[in-house]
């Protein structure tokens, strides 16, 4: 024998469909599908292209990394499949976001200390 299932609250059609126009309607406000009506869905590095179910694995990308910069034009996005976009953020000082590289400068100032200060001594002790 089946269980019955338990009645939920009950909810009109009217205020379902009207829930449903209203999350379709936040939806289109967010940079990614606004992304979406911009640009070709094809994307920016591979040119690999998207449509229907495969459309999820199309990202938008800030240019400058910064997102809370969205302007309405799009200047500042791309479109990125899943895999560009784990290698645009990768290595970002390969790619140049970054001024400077943190451990470009001097080696025994840069951690404040010597890695190796010391081993020497430490070897010769152990090999006598």
């Not at 009950?10 to 992304?35: C, G």
């Not at 990308?61 to 309405?72: L, S």
Request: one cysteine or more; proline letters at 5%; glycine letters at 8%.
């Amino acid at each position: 024998m089946r269980a019955r299932r338990k009645k939920g609250p009950t909810q009109s059609r009217e205020e379902f469909l009207a829930q449903i126009r209203q999350t379709q309607a936040q939806r289109a406000t967010t940079y990614r599908e606004q992304a979406l009506k911009l640009f070709p869905h094809v994307c920016g590095r591979c040119g690999r292209e998207f449509s229907g179910a495969n459309l999820r694995e199309l990202t938008v990308h800030h240019k400058d990394h910064n997102h809370h910069n969205n302007p309405a034009d799009g200047s500042n996005w791309e479109l990125l499949c899943l895999y560009c976009h784990d290698a645009e953020h990768d290595d970002p000082y390969a790619r140049g976001h970054y001024n400077k590289d943190p451990l470009a400068r001097d080696p025994e100032t840069a951690l404040g200390f010597e890695a190796f200060e010391g081993l020497k001594d430490l070897l010769k002790e152990g090999g006598d």
